[in-house]
């Protein structure tokens, strides 16, 4: 039987595992952390969204990343401290801020997401507590000028087959009757679903488990065994793991790892925040996004999750209240009943989404190596992408064919 050694336990790590199990191969999960841990995406809104065609890198984003820089408090920033690699980083992402680039990116991140929506709806039928719910995306505006700004990302997403039903003040209301009452439209994105994060990474981590798969943790990689083009073994601080195939899946420590490797993806954190109001004085109808304010709001077993920033750059070293109390503004101004809730500071969650120059995932074999396959690069869509990165791995490491075509998405193209 022949045997793959995935790095890292979040999202990606775990589903690669579900599908190479369901291949027949002998399976080992090697996750840094500790097993009751909470890995980047525990902390996930859980949304999955083929509603989000738009990369990261996209134009408009340089200028508006300059208005936030000097505000502690807005939902984008940039970590403020040189290093070559962010700056070698930010260079490649103003060069893909363009119009051409979003058109590319656009049909492959929406056939990616649509995969792993239909991956969801099987997993659901044999994940025991996996809770998997489609009931599309609302997207909440505060004034037309924001209405009409996202017009052209509503129109792309129909042209590229999704149902997308636009909302005036009434429409918004009938099926979100907590906004804000003079909230000015809004975008239903139908095709969109949405999971419990903290219930899906343990589903999954009991499945497997049960289903033969070893999932060891403290297990940081620190050296690769190599010959001529091949990886014999990984090395951790406890061991050496022997396998004929390796998956770094290891969110934004995976560049740290192919480094090991001799391989360089330039990869940098994108720091985020959430928080979970557990009696919370209304639970929205549909999972949304708080335009304007840049917030994700979930339901989250009887609670209601809030999220948001993208902290370029950012570490786990301290945590940035400004932000945070920016997301529960932004909570309290579109959802009025939120106003007189006390938000706790202990269930602050912060992480770190591993975000690519160009804003598409990087998946793919490894430039010089035969044996070893890079999946990362989410940023913010990793719950949402991670079983169909599975499946595509999968049948990578297999040498079949992928469900996707994954040209936009190769290691390769940053060599």
């Known amino acids: 039987m022949a045997r793959v050694v995935v790095i890292g336990g979040g999202i990606i790590g775990l589903c690669t595992a579900l599908y190479c199990l369901d291949a027949g191969l002998d399976v080992t999960v090697l996750e840094s952390g500790p097993e009751d841990g909470k890995p980047c995406s525990w902390g996930n809104a859980g949304m999955v969204v083929p509603s989000h065609i738009v990369p990261l890198a996209a134009p408009g984003m340089v200028q508006l990343g300059l208005r936030m820089l000097l505000d502690r408090s807005s939902p984008f920033g940039i970590h403020l401290q040189f290093s070559w690699e962010l700056v070698s980083w930010t260079a490649q992402f103003v060069r893909s801020c363009t119009r051409s680039h979003v058109e590319r990116a656009a049909p492959f991140l929406n056939a990616f997401n649509a995969l792993s929506r239909e991956l969801y709806a099987d997993l659901e039928g044999r ?39 636009t909302l005036d003040r009434e429409g918004v209301h009938a099926l979100e009757p907590e906004a804000l009452p003079d909230v000015a439209g809004g975008y239903h994105y139908r095709g969109d679903a949405h999971v419990d994060p903290v219930s899906t990474l343990w589903s999954l981590h009991r499945h497997l488990t049960g289903a033969g798969a070893k999932l060891l943790y403290g297990q940081e990689v620190v050296d690769f065994e190599l010959a001529s083009d091949r990886v014999l073994a ?61 917030v994700a709001v979930a339901p989250l077993g009887d609670g209601t999750r809030f999220s948001g920033t993208m902290e370029i750059g950012g570490s786990l070293s301290s945590t940035n209240w400004a932000r945070v109390r920016g997301i529960r503004e932004g909570a309290r101004r579109f959802y009025p009943a939120y106003r007189g809730v006390e938000f706790r500071d202990d269930g602050v969650w912060q992480g770190l989404r591993p975000c690519s120059p160009d804003g598409v995932p990087v998946i793919g074999p490894v430039p010089g190596w035969k044996n070893l396959v890079l999946a990362t690069g989410h940023a913010m869509m990793g719950m949402s992408l991670g079983p169909a990165t599975g499946l595509v791995v999968s049948q990578m490491l297999q040498g079949r064919s992928t469900s996707l075509d994954l040209h936009p998405a190769l290691p390769a193209r940053f060599s």
């Open 234 to 294: 990984c090395v951790t601080e406890t061991g050496r793991h022997e396998a004929d195939s390796f998956v770094i899946a290891a969110g934004v420590w995976s560049g740290a790892v192919a480094r090991l490797a001799g391989h360089h993806t330039p990869l940098v954190s994108g720091k985020g925040y959430s928080f979970v109001v557990d009696d919370p004085p209304v639970r929205p109808r549909v999972p949304s996004i708080l335009v304007g304010a840049r």
């Open 127 to 165: 994940v025991g507590g996996l809770r998997f719910e489609r009931t599309g995306l609302l997207e909440l505006h505060l004034d037309q000028a924001s209405m009409g700004h996202d017009r052209a990302t509503a129109d792309l997403a129909r042209r590229l087959g999704q149902e997308v039903e």
